[in-house]
């Protein structure tokens, strides 16, 4: 392995845990956000298979010069024969230590899984702002931590729970697949299905002019079930006007009419029709469209325009600001705005999760014991429920 494989050092190298048997290097970031940590390798395995086959494929020895080269990086200077190392009671770098570059992970995130792996509880942070939340999903993801961190992640992800709908936030869809928060990941999947417009490249854009895209920050299919599960909502609403364009041009739209009174009958189903025609023409939705694919407005958007501006079409306003009527059903309460109303509430209401079931199979799965059991609400206990004093480097 040559030294411009290797991300560069920067600051000092950070110890975690007790040095018993092989000791590794830990590069993890890069670019300005990156980090040096030195561990002992049997610590690593309790991490996880991933972790085992990391050191496997991707650990190196380094020559003794390039070692040396390394230290001087992060410490500034130049060392000759046997590194000594700076912390007390550590012993010296006497045997070159396995190399692992992690540049493409966070380092608070690595830090936070090596502070729990040696049990440096007192260490943990007390808190996260949402990115370093959503950091360490991906990187519970990415390594197959889930259990490590699940005693813990209630309480970095306390602060956040109330905020989970709010604009911003759509990224509590990570934190709710990696951490096993079915009930969050399942309403707020289905909310974004059906507030969700799209853009001229056909990606989800939310109500407040976010584009959603994947870049590692959205759990893997999700977007495309949300952008399938608003194309499924939009469809329903759709049949929804062509299928009572259907009763209103086939003149029974009149619900108060005697039909023995041809005239009131007629006229009633008749001023309804050419309203409504002429309100989906506006719309792009007449002559009827035979896909949902060039809607470009969200399902709420559509369901809200259908049933709040189809009333207000009878009244036009003039230059001057007053209102006139236009042609209105003889019977205003068979106006077509008012019978759409309840069936656009309803499809909204009654929308299906955007989900699949394997997608859920893999969210109960990351949902551990541990969070959910509340004999263990203290994350500072062992496994026992009793304190654990963290082992500190003397």
Same mark, same amino acid.
């Given at each position: 392995?040559?030294?411009?494989?290797?991300?560069?050092?920067? $600051?000092?190298?950070?110890?975690?845990?007790?040095?018993?048997?092989?000791?590794?290097?830990?590069?993890?970031?890069?670019?300005?956000?990156?980090?040096?940590?030195?561990?002992?390798?049997?610590?690593?395995?309790?991490?996880?298979?991933?972790?085992?086959?990391?050191?496997?494929?991707?650990?190196?020895?380094?020559?003794?010069?390039?070692?040396?080269?390394?230290?001087?990086?992060?410490?500034? $200077?130049?060392?000759?024969?046997?590194?000594?190392?700076?912390?007390?009671?550590?012993?010296?770098?006497?045997?070159?230590?396995?190399?692992?570059?992690?540049?493409?992970?966070?380092?608070?995130? &690595?830090?936070? @899984?090596?502070?729990?792996?040696?049990?440096?509880?007192?260490?943990?942070?007390?808190? @996260?702002?949402?990115?370093?939340?959503?950091?360490?999903?991906?990187?519970?993801?990415?390594?197959?931590?889930?259990?490590?961190?699940?005693?813990?992640?209630?309480?970095?992800?306390?602060?956040?729970?109330?905020? &989970?709908?709010?604009?911003?936030?759509?990224?509590?869809?990570?934190?709710?697949?990696?951490?096993?928060?079915?009930?969050?990941?399942?309403?707020?999947?289905?909310? @974004?299905?059906?507030?969700?417009?799209?853009?001229?490249?056909?990606?989800?854009?939310?109500?407040?002019?976010?584009?959603?895209?994947?870049?590692?920050?959205?759990?893997?299919?999700?977007?495309f079930q949300i952008h399938e599960g608003r194309r499924q909502i939009l469809h329903s609403i759709i049949k929804a006007l062509y299928d009572l364009w259907a009763i209103v041009a086939n003149g029974s739209s009149c619900q108060l009419a005697d039909e023995t009174n041809s005239y009131d009958y007629r006229s009633c189903a008749g001023v309804n029709l050419i309203e409504f025609t002429e309100y989906l023409r506006g719309k792009g939705l007449f002559p009827m469209i035979k896909t949902v694919e060039p809607i470009?407005?969200?399902?709420?958007?559509?369901?809200?325009?259908?049933?709040?501006?189809?009333?207000?079409?009878?009244?036009?306003?003039?230059?001057?600001?007053?209102?006139?009527?236009?042609?209105?059903?003889?019977? &205003? *309460?068979?106006?077509?705005?008012?019978?759409?109303?309840?069936?656009?509430?309803?499809?909204?209401?009654?929308?299906?999760?955007?989900?699949?079931?394997?997608?859920?199979?893999?969210?109960?799965?990351?949902?551990?014991?541990?969070?959910?059991?509340?004999?263990? *609400?203290?994350?500072?206990?062992?496994?026992?429920?009793?304190?654990?004093?963290?082992?500190?480097?003397?």
């Amino acid at each position: 392995m040559d030294s411009k494989d290797l991300p560069p050092p920067h $600051g000092t190298i950070e110890c975690f845990g007790e040095f018993e048997g092989p000791e590794v290097l830990l590069l993890v970031g890069h670019g300005g956000d990156c980090a040096t940590f030195h561990i002992a390798e049997s610590y690593l395995r309790h991490l996880g298979p991933r972790w085992k086959a990391l050191q496997g494929v991707r650990a190196h020895r380094l020559s003794r010069g390039l070692f040396r080269g390394l230290l001087s990086g992060v410490f500034g $200077g130049s060392y000759g024969g046997v590194f000594r190392n700076p912390f007390t009671g550590l012993r010296g770098f006497d045997k070159n230590p396995r190399i692992l570059n992690l540049k493409g992970d966070y380092p608070d995130a &690595i830090r936070i @899984l090596l502070q729990i792996v040696t049990m440096e509880f007192t260490k943990l942070p007390e808190k @996260l702002d949402f990115p370093e939340l959503v950091r360490l999903a991906e990187v519970a993801a990415r390594w197959d931590c889930h259990a490590m961190l699940a005693k813990f992640i209630e309480g970095w992800a306390a602060p956040y729970r109330d905020r &989970i709908f709010l604009p911003g936030y759509e990224q509590w869809l990570y934190i709710a697949h990696e951490f096993g928060y079915e009930d969050e990941y399942l309403e707020l999947s289905r909310r @974004l299905a059906i507030c969700c417009s799209i853009d001229s490249q056909d990606r989800l854009v939310t109500p407040d002019g976010s584009v959603l895209e994947q870049r590692g920050i959205f759990p893997l299919d999700t977007l495309f079930q949300i952008h399938e599960g608003r194309r499924q909502i939009l469809h329903s609403i759709i049949k929804a006007l062509y299928d009572l364009w259907a009763i209103v041009a086939n003149g029974s739209s009149c619900q108060l009419a005697d039909e023995t009174n041809s005239y009131d009958y007629r006229s009633c189903a008749g001023v309804n029709l050419i309203e409504f025609t002429e309100y989906l023409r506006g719309k792009g939705l007449f002559p009827m469209i035979k896909t949902v694919e060039p809607i470009r407005y969200s399902p709420f958007e559509l369901a809200r325009y259908v049933d709040t501006e189809l009333l207000s079409h009878t009244v036009d306003l003039d230059s001057e600001g007053s209102s006139s009527p236009r042609p209105t059903p003889p019977h &205003i *309460d068979c106006h077509v705005g008012f019978q759409l109303g309840p069936v656009m509430q309803n499809i909204l209401d009654n929308a299906r999760w955007p989900v699949e079931i394997s997608i859920v199979d893999r969210i109960r799965s990351n949902t551990c014991e541990y969070r959910l059991d509340p004999a263990f *609400d203290d994350p500072y206990a062992d496994v026992d429920g009793t304190p654990v004093l963290p082992r500190e480097l003397v």
